[in-house]
């Protein structure tokens, strides 16, 4: 009977522990908050945490050394490439590059798209309707063929890279800012400083502003993932961060070569970029239910 009662006190312990958990795990994106803040570790702590110089070639008996649980020593945990370079160092340095590429795009595009967003929803007209079919013929141009056309023109750098996408994600931006500020424009409290005698750019700055800046927010976290896989991709064609900077796409492009005898050099950074893309979309999607009162309900 002791047994019985104490397996019964046991077991509802046990299953409100167990509830307590799944709904930590629901009320916060915890995987996303370990694997973003490994990365932004790596980013910060590159110098001191790189077991090596990613720039530096290693030796010819270095050279494609398989990472350790997989017959490599612990010297090279995730192996070398076909220079003798470590796998793990050019990863760590690859995150700063992505991470620093990122930031850089977010703040040029995602100002750039804000801006024009609020002017297109405020104004509305033929400012709204001018600077939306820009919009629509941004979504329409080939952004690869772009960068590859230009990166022969005027050779490939990281300027080039950061311009274009920008350009790539300012169009998001304009669109979300614009149908929030076709709505903001119309409340109250607007409409009173507009009888007040405020103008046009207090109006933009103090009253619309602060109200789109939740959808700013989602839209930046969601744009991140994007730059991120967009910066992989040109620099896995070439149009992206030139050699021997290390970056995860140029990583995963040097690696194709070799991809039946070394499959690690390139399988390595494309699962940095899939991790990273991933946290940063779960992130998104949380913040997006938390700031949206609809969502929150459910």
């Known amino acids: 009977m002791a047994a019985t009662r104490i397996a019964g006190v046991l077991a509802p312990s046990r299953s409100i522990g167990i509830k307590g958990g ?148 300012w169009g998001s931006f304009s669109r979300q800012v614009r149908g929030e500020a076709l709505v903001l424009k119309e409340t109250d409290y607007v409409k009173l400083a507009r009888v007040a005698g405020a103008s046009t750019s207090r109006i933009l700055y103090k009253h619309i502003f602060p109200g789109v800046m939740n959808t700013v927010v989602v839209v930046a ?27 995860w796409g140029s990583m995963a492009a040097a690696g194709r070569l070799y991809i039946t005898t070394a499959w690690w050099v390139t399988l390595i950074p494309g699962l940095a970029i899939a991790l990273t893309v991933i946290a940063f979309t779960l992130l998104g999607d949380w913040i997006r239910d938390k700031v949206d009162p609809r969502l929150r309900q459910l």
């Open 221 to 247: 976290t969601f744009q991140v993932g994007s730059v991120i896989l967009a910066e992989a991709s040109l620099s896995f064609l070439g149009a992206g961060i030139p050699p021997p900077t290390p970056a």
């Open 22 to 169: 799944v709904s930590t795990l629901q009320r916060w994106p915890i995987s996303s908050i370990i694997i973003l803040s490994a990365l932004f570790i790596a980013a910060v702590g590159a110098p001191w945490v790189a077991p090596y110089d990613p720039s530096q070639d290693g030796s010819l008996d270095d050279r494609h050394i398989p990472p350790m649980f997989f017959g490599g020593t612990a010297e090279h945990i995730l192996g070398t490439d076909h220079l003798g370079r470590d796998t793990l160092s050019r990863l760590i340095y690859g995150a700063r590059i992505s991470m620093l590429v990122a930031a850089i795009v977010l703040v040029i595009g995602g100002g750039i798209g804000t801006l024009i967003g609020l002017v297109s929803g405020y104004f509305g007209g033929w400012v709204d309707e001018v600077l939306m079919r820009i919009v629509d013929i941004k979504f329409s141009l080939p952004l690869i063929l772009i960068a590859l056309a230009l990166a022969i023109i005027w050779g490939a750098s990281i300027q080039l890279l950061m311009g274009l996408l920008a350009f790539l994600i």
